[in-house]
């Protein structure tokens, strides 16, 4: 671990709350921390709740405490985790039966809480959340459900929440029956959403083709929506983290990344260097550059591109998204808060509040600052351009 934080604070500039003379990861990550003074309070909570986005920036700033090592951080995501897990390990506002994975990614911060409080309710949280995973609705496929109130539906939203948590506690645990599994799930959602029209992958399938908005011969949804083929890219290099290399599948998991990064590469905007909300639209009317599948690429050619997965020229493109992302979404207040604009609050399917999933319904969506969505692949795109710099990285 690296302890760098401290001389980034504000001995040289006391008129500022955050100092901009840090990297962006610790710049933004104060700025929440201001902006939020409860961990709890984190993607405009008005109570505590068990949420997937909590867990997502959480996850982020524990990222940034292992690289820096300013013990507030840590202690404000174990503020979170203190508060919502009971003794027993129940979690509070967490409904098993609810049978969603989207309440599976948070459960990812207990790691390495566990590890460094050695406090037996988050090994106990950690079972229960796995326990989930034993009798959630699937497909006759073997593929995940979403949601028990979507029956029969994969979205790519689905495998960020759940596959790097399943990855992380099969290795952790010593289950390799389990890797078997969840490379099936990117397998299986990757034939269930692909469009070989363009290569992209849609946004989610009805696998029942009950749904208004599946396409009756193939149950896709319209379009390829940014923010869920972010969702997807990130699920792989991060399950990628746990998977052995012999595991049979893999390489699977791989041709599919470099798939993705190919299609990254041909839809980023050349001026801006950045993605569109819709990228099967990308340019069109009404259609604008999001921040939060913009964030979710970087990172994930990022560390593709370390990690090997992926061709190094690659780079290129993630620092272009990365210089991008800061010329069009990044501003820094007087007092040195750090914002990101123009994040798609949120975009689904179906439900009570009926959601088409046409190209008007993506593009009015409300967008807003500061969504979670996007602070937290912000903060681990940043760490990922931070590690280049420090490696002296020539670009």
């Known amino acids: ?26 710049r933004m990550t104060e700025s929440e921390m201001i902006r939020c003074p409860e961990s709890w309070q984190l993607d405009f909570q008005p109570r505590l709740k068990w949420d997937y986005c909590s ?12 690289t820096y090592g300013d013990k507030k951080i840590y202690d404000y995501a174990l503020a979170y985790a203190d508060t919502i897990v009971n003794e027993d390990g129940s979690i509070k506002t967490y409904k098993l039966k609810d049978y969603s994975l989207d309440r599976i990614n948070s459960g990812k911060i207990f790691f390495r809480i566990y590890e460094q409080t050695k406090n037996e309710k988050y090994k106990k949280a950690l079972a229960l959340l796995r326990s989930q995973l034993d009798t ?35 290795y952790r645990n010593n289950r390799p029956q389990d890797y078997k599994d969840i490379i099936h799930q990117f397998l299986v959602v990757a034939r269930h959403t692909y469009d070989p029209k363009n290569g992209l992958y849609r946004h989610a399938c009805d696998v029942s083709r009950q749904q ?50 190919t299609q990254v590469q041909r839809l980023q905007d050349p001026k801006a260097g950045v993605w569109y909300q819709v990228l099967d639209r990308s340019g069109d009317k009404g259609n604008y550059l999001e921040s939060s599948c913009s964030a979710m690429f970087v990172y994930t050619l990022f560390k593709a591109v ?24 990044i501003e820094v207040d007087k007092q040195g808060l750090v914002s990101i604009t123009k994040a798609c ?28 969505k996007a602070v937290g692949p912000f903060i681990m795109a940043s760490l990922e351009w931070e590690r280049l710099q420090r490696m002296n990285c020539k670009y």
Not at 318 to 327: D, E, M
Not at 353 to 372: H, P, Q
């Open 306 to 329: 370390r990690m090997g997965y992926i061709d190094s020229s690659y780079l290129d493109v993630a620092i272009k998204g990365y210089k991008g992302i800061l010329n069009n979404f």
């Open 55 to 66: 867990g997502l920036e959480l996850q982020a700033m524990l990222d940034v405490y292992d």
């Open 345 to 372: 609050a949120v975009a689904g399917l179906g439900g009570k509040v009926y959601r088409s999933g046409d190209y008007e319904y993506y593009i009015n969506e409300k967008i807003r600052t500061n969504d979670a």
């Open 1 to 26: 671990m690296m302890f760098l934080f401290s001389p980034f604070f504000l001995s040289a500039q006391e008129h500022l709350l955050v100092n901009n003379n840090a990297p962006w990861s610790v």
């Open 212 to 261: 208004k908005w599946a396409d009756p011969q193939t149950g896709q949804s319209a379009h390829s929506w940014g923010r869920a083929m972010g969702w997807y890219a990130m699920a792989i290099v991060d399950a990628l983290d746990f998977i052995p290399k012999h595991e049979a599948g893999r390489d699977s998991m791989l041709v599919i990344l470099n798939n993705i990064a």
């Open 136 to 170: 959630h609705p699937r497909n006759a496929d073997g593929g995940f459900w979403h949601k028990k109130i979507y029956p029969h539906q994969m979205w790519l939203d689905g495998l960020y929440m759940g596959m790097p948590f399943y990855a992380e506690y099969a």
